[in-house]
């Protein structure tokens, strides 16, 4: 199975985007999501993560507030809605799952076996 972002681009300060993370060969019904982000020269940062059987979220303190993930499972999609975008939010963002993957509410997902290919989000005037 794989995951397939989408929905990156670039947008002004203050806009928004949704990103769509869109599974095939497997279901994400019953497995916890994460979106994580790694900006130019940093390393990777956990965003948000998403619960396997109650749907539970977790957020890194910089984007609570401004991003809303939330999944369909009708369309085997889990998405990143996020708004007020800044600067600081400029990266390649990634989803991620797993069979193991486990939800935390203090650290969000961890044991992630399965990634995607990324999609960039630049936050520019």
């Known amino acids: 199975g794989q995951l397939v972002e989408s929905g990156g681009g670039l947008v002004q300060p203050g806009g928004s985007l949704r990103l769509s993370c869109a599974a095939s060969g497997f279901s994400l019904d019953w497995q916890a999501v994460g979106w994580f982000r790694q900006a130019p020269g940093k390393g990777r940062e956990g965003v948000s993560c998403i619960n396997s059987y109650d749907d539970s979220t977790y957020y890194t303190n910089s984007v609570k507030g401004r991003f809303t993930i939330s999944r369909d499972n009708a369309k085997n999609t889990v998405y990143l809605q996020m708004n007020s975008l800044e600067p600081e939010d400029t990266a390649v963002y990634y989803c991620?799952?797993?069979?193991?993957?486990?939800?935390?509410?203090?650290?969000?997902?961890?044991?992630?076996?399965?990634w995607g290919q990324g999609t960039l989000v630049t936050v520019s005037s």
């Open positions: 991620a799952t797993g069979r193991n993957t486990e939800f935390d509410e203090y650290v969000g997902c961890r044991y992630l076996e399965v």
